[in-house]
């Protein structure tokens, strides 16, 4: 019950500072690396999070295609380290650079 209600509490001021966005990105892109693991986390990377949709940038099309058949799994990881629902769909984009 206390957290909940930190919880709630955090999320307002965070959305009061005009900064939640920023920090829930900055969350899920923490979180998607301990979830795929080192060594994907190397060739891949969360890159957004827009409206539930988590924009993943994948070295290879192979990798993007993997993930994509792994998603409903994906997502309830991601969700479930996070605590909260923010993440309901995946999207794949080259990663450059």
Same mark, same amino acid.
């Given at each position: 019950?206390? *957290? ?13 500072? +005009?900064?939640?966005?920023?920090v829930?990105e900055?969350?899920?892109a923490?979180? !998607? %690396?301990e979830?795929? +693991?080192?060594q994907?986390? %190397?060739?891949?990377?969360?890159? &957004?999070l *827009?409206?539930?949709?988590l924009?993943i940038?994948?070295a290879? &099309? ?8 792994e998603? #409903?799994?994906?997502i ?9 629902? %923010?993440?309901?769909?995946?999207r !794949?984009? #080259?990663?450059s650079?």
């Open positions: 019950m206390k *957290e909940r209600l930190l919880a709630d509490g955090l999320d307002a001021a965070l959305r009061g500072l +005009g900064v939640r966005r920023q829930r900055a969350q899920v923490t979180v !998607f %690396a979830v795929i +693991g080192g994907l986390a %190397a060739i891949c990377r969360a890159v &957004s *827009e409206r539930g949709t924009c940038a994948t290879h &099309s192979a990798l993007a295609h993997q993930l994509q058949l998603a #409903p799994q994906l309830a990881a991601l969700n479930a380290h996070m605590g909260t629902d %923010a993440v309901r769909r995946l !794949f984009v #080259p990663l650079g």
